[in-house]
């Protein structure tokens, strides 16, 4: 067996023993980075969220600003720290990459049988990470809409603007009536939006 392998490994190309490489130190990196995270965990949790997706870590963020609790942030894709995420420009990089989770939806019949890709993020800050980053606050006549069905007038676009200036830390044109500083989510416009 051993001379078998030795020989194919003579007949591969060598980019097909680099891509080989590069894949063992990937699987070697990931073994040490889960048995490093293994050892940190602990045995007891208050709270577990699942998916560091926009979502999910504002969850994980405000319940561990009680001390007295434990959370746990569970994430299964890898890092944001890429260009093609830190780099709005280089958004479309990361559909059908390994930071998308690639769904694919039933085929339609009033689609003419087609499937649409959804693409989902599977990568720290989920969706947010692959989508270009965009913020987007949702229509005044959706929110309007909601408080109407729902016969609350929390969910008002007026009730929730207070709510996105309280958590915007906004990088553009003043506009104090609309946008909010200070919060924790820094928002700002596209530097070139042509």
């Not at 987007?136 to 959706?142: E, L, M, N, S």
Request: hydrophobic share 35%; charged share 20%; with cysteine.
């Amino acid at each position: 067996m051993t001379t078998q392998s030795t020989a194919l490994e003579r007949k591969q190309d060598p980019a097909s023993l680099e891509q080989n490489m590069q894949v063992a130190d990937f699987i070697e990196r990931v073994r040490i980075n889960q048995q490093k995270l293994t050892a940190e965990l602990q045995p007891h949790y208050d709270f577990i969220v699942c998916g560091s997706g926009s979502s999910g870590s504002v969850v994980a963020r405000r319940l561990a600003e009680n001390s007295d609790v434990n959370v746990l942030l569970v994430e299964a894709g890898g890092t944001d720290d890429v260009p093609s995420v830190l780099n709005s420009g280089q958004w479309f990089q990361n559909l059908g990459s390994e930071r998308d989770w690639s769904f694919v939806d039933e085929p339609n019949p009033h689609l003419n049988g087609r499937s649409v890709v959804s693409n989902m993020g599977k990568v720290l800050g989920g969706g947010s990470s692959i989508n270009s980053m965009v913020w987007a606050r949702g229509h005044r006549d959706d929110w309007d809409f909601f408080a109407s069905e729902s016969g609350d007038m929390a969910w008002s676009y007026e009730a929730v603007l207070s709510l996105y200036r309280r958590i915007e830390d906004w990088h553009g044109e003043p506009d104090p009536e609309y946008r909010g500083t200070g919060g924790p989510v820094f928002v700002q416009p596209a530097p070139d939006p042509n």
